[in-house]
């Protein structure tokens, strides 16, 4: 009896080591999808188009016998549904913020930078940054998470949602900087955002974000000034007048080939 357990575990531990190998690959194609930006929607067996986490897999297995065998052979686990490719999604960022917090915790001091945008269905997403300096001395900025704050947008709530992620990373005491655009909601001084995180964190200076700063100050330049206040009107109409017929689009395309042609002529004739 002895024999035969020792052996039903020597084969359970190969099947072990088979199935990590197999879900190591499936987090090497997750990571590739999500680095790439790209997944599919219609995954089910009657589309002509199964997704990109589908497709890779079966790529990988024209040239990976391990997982060739247990896409063929796998009856209760295939690792191909949405569910699982939600739960891998899950994991990888799991760890990857796990390993953020382990960063934060040996650092001394940390900011947080937020902005907002609306996305193609026009929920509004919050992005958080946690900026600090790592224990080898190097600048880090790394990127939390998205944020919906579709329904609530006020400083109350932003601000609410600043502190409660940066005690999810134990680092509220910190805090030493935050940057937002100069919007009242966030740059208030009295209620604004930056006002409501400084009461948890005194030393949390606000920096109106430099970025936001130079998009405004070339906005407000290119205004003064009638030429380029024409100028940015017409590139801007451009941009709608074009796309709305395909003959336009190919008409554009013919003109910007013969400028790109003018110009290796010009450039060819200067080099002689």
């Known amino acids: 009896m002895d024999n035969h357990k020792s052996i039903a575990i020597t084969k359970h531990n190969e099947q072990v080591n088979r199935n990590r190998e197999i879900l190591k690959r499936l987090i090497l194609a997750t990571c590739f999808l999500g680095v790439q930006e790209i997944r599919g929607h219609d995954e089910s067996e009657n589309s002509s188009n199964r997704g990109n986490y589908i497709k890779l897999a079966y790529f990988l297995a024209e040239f990976d016998e391990k997982i060739q065998t247990h896409l063929e052979s796998a009856t209760v686990f295939k690792g191909l549904s949405p569910d699982i490719q ?15 917090k382990t960063e934060l915790q040996k650092c001394m001091y940390v900011s947080v930078l937020l902005d907002e945008t609306s996305d193609v269905s026009c929920y509004s997403q919050l992005s958080t940054v946690i900026r600090y300096v790592n224990s080898n001395g190097a600048v880090c900025e790394s990127f939390i998470r998205f944020s919906d704050v579709s329904k609530d947008r006020s400083a109350a709530a932003v601000s609410g949602l600043v502190v409660k992620e940066l005690q999810e990373f134990d680092c509220l005491n910190k805090l030493i900087a935050q940057t937002y655009d100069g919007a009242a909601v966030m740059s208030g001084e009295l209620n604004g955002v930056q006002a409501k995180v400084k009461e948890h964190a005194p030393d949390a200076i606000f920096i109106h974000c430099y970025a936001h700063r130079l998009n405004l100050v070339l906005s407000q330049a290119a205004s003064s000034n009638a030429k380029c206040n024409v100028f940015f009107s017409t590139l801007g109409g451009l941009s709608t007048f074009f796309p709305t017929s395909s003959k336009r689009m190919s008409l554009l395309d013919d003109i910007v080939q013969g400028f790109q042609n003018l110009l290796q002529l010009g450039g060819a004739i200067l080099l002689d």
């Open 86 to 100: 939600n739960d891998l999604i899950d994991s990888v960022g799991s760890v990857i913020l796990a390993q953020i």
